[in-house]
């Protein structure tokens, strides 16, 4: 890199495979990856739900001592 530029990588040529490999991602990848999250969707939403309705008992305080103790 000199003066902030890259010299011995052509800058353009790179952006414009990264921009092909992304439209082949979006193209060749993306819908199928979507209908897997959609199938799975409901039950990650039940093990959310469950998990953040359960009250955990750690059997302790938080060791923390409060702001005006410090």
Partial sequence: MRDRTL???DEAS???QV???AERFRRDH???MQ???A???PYIRQMHD???AMEIDFGHEPRVRP???R
Avoid: F
């Fill in 7 to 9: 010299t011995l990588v």
């Fill in 14 to 16: 790179l952006k414009e």
């Fill in 19 to 21: 921009r092909e490999a």
């Fill in 30 to 32: 993306w819908p199928a």
């Fill in 35 to 37: 209908e897997g999250a």
């Fill in 39 to 41: 199938r799975v969707a």
């Fill in 50 to 52: 469950r998990a953040t």
């Fill in 67 to 69: 702001v005006s103790e």
